[in-house]
């Protein structure tokens, strides 16, 4: 019998609970040799809405990692702390580790693939990476033979589901994200997804995978969704467009730029068509091409089925952990390998400042053309390097503090 323990029984270790101890293709395929023996939550005593044995539930961590008898331990409590004190434990006590907890991850990718391959266990982590979509195994088998340039994505679920319920369904922000909180698809914290930090960690995680690196979430310019207001939706949509929350990485030799962003695309392109909770992964290798990975990106059942599928594979010893030792230094570029025309919104305290601020603007030798100057300044820029925008918005940012910028997702505005 295989026994696995559970670290955390939330919205993703009860998914994981059930399919093990339900799903019928999962008993037959693992010929009913496989039980949960232990689970660690907070509090033992809280109401959950699933059947299961109370005396499985623990509230200390060695129950579990300091069981001889468990053979895999899954870790999806969430934060960096104990999280990583306790994968480092499991493997230091020959327990193979799957983990769907990003945050810990993208922060000790290095450190866990040392730590299994020091002790010769499995370390998985397919459900970190866009919720159920299997993304991170074939990427991993993509590089064998590819040089990877770009990654490109929708990589988080709530800030897809708020930007459609928003735009589709005029939503408003605060609701939107209840609705998203409720489905189960926010992090404990939904600051993470809406600034955009959960979308950094998880491209880092693909960087590290994709260009044979270890490229860190500091250097990734992150922008969240919080400045889109009602206004600027409306307007994206005269313009053709849809606002999408999207992680990019690009490496030309040596150097990486990565971003997350809000990015103006078509409304009937690739991305403006995902929606909801979904995402969508593209990552372009010389060989293969672009390659799209698509799928639920956040909530319980698909979000466990990436749990059970690397669980799975360490019981069929079907798993190779990447191997990080001969990775290869690229330096982050800042956001300057991005370019695009980008739309301004400014909404000054008073109107009357408009003019000053369009000659601000042309001072800076900005070309633009102004849609409107109203109660709001609104401009679609030429198309400039990212770095540049940053350095305009940081001038503009000591003044004003209402606006919202986004780089179209092409460069043909102006044309
Ligand atoms: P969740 O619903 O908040 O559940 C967290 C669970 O961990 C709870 O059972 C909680 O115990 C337990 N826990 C938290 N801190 C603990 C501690 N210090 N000691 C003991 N137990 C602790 O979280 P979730 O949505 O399942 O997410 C779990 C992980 O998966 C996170 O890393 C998240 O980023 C990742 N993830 C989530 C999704 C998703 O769609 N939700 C998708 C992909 C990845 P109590 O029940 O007693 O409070
Ligand atoms: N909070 C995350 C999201 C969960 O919304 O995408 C999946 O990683």
Avoid: W
Wanted: a negative charge; proline letters at 2%; charged letters at 25%.
């Amino acid at each position: 019998m295989i026994k696995i323990g559970l670290l955390g029984f939330g919205t993703v270790g009860s998914g994981v609970y059930e399919i093990i101890t339900t799903n019928e293709n999962f008993k037959k395929s693992m010929k009913d040799k496989v039980m949960i023996s232990k689970i660690l939550v907070r509090d033992k005593n809280k109401d959950r809405n699933i059947k299961f044995p109370q005396n499985i539930l623990t509230e200390n961590a060695d129950d579990i990692l300091n069981d001889p008898e468990i053979d895999i331990v899954v870790a999806v409590m969430g934060g960096i702390n104990p999280s990583y004190q306790y994968i480092i434990k499991a493997f230091e006590n020959g327990k193979h580790v799957v983990t769907a907890n990003k945050a810990v991850v993208s922060k000790y990718y290095d450190t866990f693939l040392t730590t299994a391959k020091k002790n010769n266990r499995a370390f998985l982590f397919e459900a970190s990476v866009g919720g159920g979509i299997p993304v991170i195994k074939p990427l991993k088998q993509s590089v064998k033979i590819n040089d990877v340039d770009k990654i490109k994505g929708i990589l988080n679920g709530t800030t897809n589901f708020i930007l459609t319920k928003m735009t589709e369904e005029s939503y408003s922000f605060e609701d939107a994200l209840k609705l998203a909180q409720e489905l189960g698809y926010a992090e404990a914290d939904p600051t993470d997804d809406i600034q955009g930090y959960d979308i950094a960690r998880k491209l880092s995680i693909l960087s590290n995978i994709a260009f044979k690196s270890t490229t860190s979430v500091e250097n990734i310019k992150c922008r969240g969704i919080s400045d889109i207001s009602k206004c600027d939706i409306e307007k994206f949509d005269e313009l053709g467009k849809k606002v999408k929350l999207v992680g990019s990485a690009i490496k030309i030799e040596d150097e990486y730029s990565a971003s997350v962003e809000p990015l103006l695309v078509d409304k009937n392109s690739t991305l403006g068509t995902v929606n909801d909770a979904f995402n969508i992964v593209s990552v372009s290798g010389n060989t293969v091409g672009e390659l799209q990975f698509f799928g639920q990106g956040a909530g319980k059942n698909p979000t466990a089925n990436a749990v059970v599928c690397d669980i799975i594979d360490v019981i069929n010893g079907e798993y190779e952990n990447f191997d990080n030792d001969n990775k290869k230094v690229i330096d982050s570029a800042g956001a300057k390998l991005f370019e695009g025309s980008y739309y301004l919104r400014i909404t000054p305290e008073n109107k009357q400042q408009i003019p000053n601020l369009i000659d601000f603007l042309l001072n800076k030798a900005l070309k633009f053309k102004i849609c409107e100057q109203d109660e709001n300044l609104i401009i679609i820029t030429e198309a400039i390097r990212a770095d540049k925008m940053e350095n305009l918005v940081e001038l503009l940012n000591t003044e004003h503090k209402n606006y919202c910028y986004a780089r179209f997702d092409d460069n043909k505005i102006l044309a």
